[in-house]
C-alpha cells in the first residue's frame, strides 16, 4: 500500500511541477527568482518545514525520523520536478531552466498541500 502512496505522491509533484513551467515562463518576477541559489535556499527551508509539519505524525519518536521523513518528501518532489521537465521540454538536459521552474513550482505548491493535509 505504501508504494501506491508513493506513486500518487510522485505523479501529483509532477503536476506540481508542470504547473510551475507553464506559470513561472509568464511571469518576469518568478523566472528572476528560479536559479540555482535562490532554489538551494528554498530547498533546505522546505525540508526543515516539512519536518516541523511531520513532528506530530504517529511513530515519529525522534528528530532524525522527523527529517529522514521530510527528506524522503523532498526525494518524491524533486523526482516529480524531473518528470514534469522530461514529459514538457524536448530539451535533453535535466537540469535547464525549465527545471527550475518546475522545482519552485512542485515546491509551492506541495507546501500548499502538505500545509493544507498536516497543518490544520
Known amino acids: 500500500m505504501d508504494w501506491i502512496y508513493t506513486i500518487l505522491s510522485i ?27 535562490n532554489l538551494t535556499v528554498v530547498s533546505i527551508i522546505y525540508v526543515l518545514f516539512i519536518a516541523l509539519l511531520f513532528r506530530n ?7 532524525v525520523f522527523q527529517i529522514a521523513m521530510s527528506l524522503g518528501n523532498y526525494a ?3 523526482l516529480g ?11 535533453k ?5 525549465e527545471f527550475y521552474y518546475s522545482l519552485c513550482g512542485a515546491i509551492g505548491l506541495g507546501t500548499v498541500l502538505l500545509v493544507l493535509t498536516y497543518g490544520l
Open 76 to 78: 518524491v518532489t524533486y
Open 93 to 97: 538536459k535535466i537540469f535547464c531552466t
Open 57 to 63: 505524525e504517529p511513530g515519529n519518536t525522534d528528530y
Open 81 to 91: 520536478a524531473i518528470l514534469a521537465v522530461k514529459i514538457l521540454t524536448k530539451s
Open 11 to 37: 505523479v501529483i509533484y509532477t503536476v506540481f511541477g508542470a504547473i510551475g513551467i507553464s506559470f513561472i515562463k509568464g511571469n518576469k518576477t518568478l523566472k528572476k527568482f528560479s536559479n540555482k541559489k
